[in-house]
């Protein structure tokens, strides 16, 4: 069959186009910004239904596999998974596609956070289409390339687990493969039509027992769980909201409270179980992968709160008078040394707040440069550090090598 993907470039949608190449149908794939002979503009922020009805034609199939758990900018949930979707299939109608799969989330039968009841709407509006329609609706799905799995391992590799409430919350998961496999089979123009699916694979498993099993799987010993209250977890949701890149935010944070009301029956029942999501061949990388996940954020928060403390002492705790007498065996005095004192501490306070902020290549190099010369200008003239019992001068060498390590693992310029 020759199937068109919407979303083939998300983590779903490409997963999907795999199998189905691998199952030899010829797939199209629906992406913002096409740049190879297979792909075809499906953009859902800026719908073009006569443009999409061309591309379909000629289509057997296609599938929406569209969706954002945040919103932003004009990458609403409105926009990309109500509109847009309804634009699509209406579309396919117009076009003649005669079987379409709509990948919904969990919960949207009956949810109420915006990013369910998204869902539903377009779910519902596809019922009434003269369409073969199939509708899932998974659970939380995993694999290696996917969002929420990469936060699940980078929680179950921390030496503590914090969890909301104790992570008592029971969820559902289900493989990226069982997933593409259900959808293949509802494809089939032999499969009956007008089905909508709870896909769950294996047993639930409260959040505690699934980072529990991520743990063992990676090769980590079990870990004490840190139970984080409710009132925190609203104030770091709000805060989430704010935080680019970010998975919690006050609605993730609503439907995991509300999880427990999705738990259900398996389905498909053959479905892999979250324990043997990690095999042992997988376990090696993703467990550095994990580890890399919080280690250059560790380092950085540490790099600032040692930036910004120094700055703090410099002008407010360590006495002036005694910080001017070191300036002047240096061959500063009067004005300038007050000028160098108030600069350097200063300049720290940017460091510091550059390294939380705006982290790049450029930003290591200038730290490094700092304390290299603040470590050869203090030798010099103050050859007495270099033998001080608390080390003050040697302390600069593992902050060296944490800038080298995060100039070596630094993407940004």
Known sequence: MRILIAGASG??????????????????RGVR????????????????????????RGCDA???AVGILREQGEQTFWALHTRGPQDFFSACV???????????????DRGEAPFLASKRATDDFLRELPLEWQIVRPALVYGQAGASARAFRLLASLPLTPLPLGGKQHLHSIHIDDLCAEVLRLLDPATPAGQCLDLRGGEALTLRELIASYRRSLGFAP???????????????????????????????????????????????????PAQFITPAEAPHLRQQA??????????????????????????????????ALLARTGLSGAPAMVALIGAALLDAA?????????????????MALIAGYSALIAVCLPEFLIHPYGPLSKNLPILAVLILLFAEEERP
């Open 11 to 28: 983590f779903i949608g490409s997963a999907l186009g795999r199998a189905l190449s691998a199952a030899g149908h010829q797939v199209l």
């Open 62 to 64: 296609a599938v929406n």
């Open 351 to 367: 460091f510091g707040l550059a390294t939380l902020f705006a982290p790049g290549r450029r930003l290591w190099l200038a730290q």
């Open 94 to 108: 117009s076009a003649g596609v005669r079987r379409v799969v709509q990948v919904s989330a969990q919960g949207a």
């Open 291 to 324: 580890l890399a996940g919080w280690r250059a954020p560790l380092l950085r928060l540490a790099l600032a709160a040692v930036w910004l403390i120094t700055a703090w002492v410099s002008l407010f705790a360590y006495p002036i008078p005694d910080s001017l």
């Open 33 to 56: 910004r096409p740049q190879a002979a297979n792909e075809v503009a499906i953009d859902f922020g800026r719908p073009d239904p006569a443009a999409w009805q061309q591309a379909l």
């Open 223 to 273: 870990a004490p769980v840190l139970p984080l209250p409710g009132w925190l977890m609203n104030v770091a949701a709000r805060v989430g909201e704010h935080l680019p890149g970010g998975l919690l935010d006050t609605q993730t944070w609503r439907m995991l409270q509300s999880a427990d009301a999705y738990v259900g029956t398996p389905y498909p029942p053959d479905a892999h179980r």
